[in-house]
Nanobody
Framework: QVRLVEYGGGLVQPGGSLRLSCAAS????????MGWYRQVPGKQRELVAE???????NYVDSVKGRFTISRDNAKNTVYLQMNSLKPEDTAVYYC??????????WGQGTQVTVVS
């Protein structure tokens, strides 16, 4: 069964840090490009960061210098280290796996709330 499960969301104060994890099962993880997206109510889901199967990373401008995406192919896991969090980072964060033109795989999401 193909599955992505996110962990690590929670409540944090501005300036704080969180580390999100996404564990994959049922796929050959190492050949997938992986991404983190986020969504707030009433807005479209947006790409936050992505890492290719070759390790090339890309970030949305608003998180550059604060967030770091990484992957551990031995653990079938992708991470998102989030530092210097801001209230505007509050969202549900989703893990995404994609390969070629196949439909992407999504996790169930994890809530991140940044509030004083």
């Amino acid at each position: 069964q193909v599955r992505l499960v996110e962990y690590g969301g929670g409540l944090v104060q501005p300036g704080g840090s969180l580390r999100l994890s996404c564990a994959a099962s049922g796929i050959i993880f190492s050949i997938y490009d992986m991404g983190w997206y986020r969504q707030v109510p009433g807005k479209q889901r947006e790409l936050v960061a992505e890492i290719t199967r070759g390790g090339i990373t890309n970030y949305v401008d608003s998180v550059k210098g604060r967030f770091t995406i990484s992957r551990d192919n031995a653990k079938n896991t992708v991470y998102l280290q989030m530092n210097s969090l801001k209230p505007e980072d509050t969202a549900v964060y989703y893990c995404n796996a994609r390969i070629g033109t196949s439909l992407p795989i999504w996790g169930q999401g994890t809530q991140v709330t940044v509030v004083s």
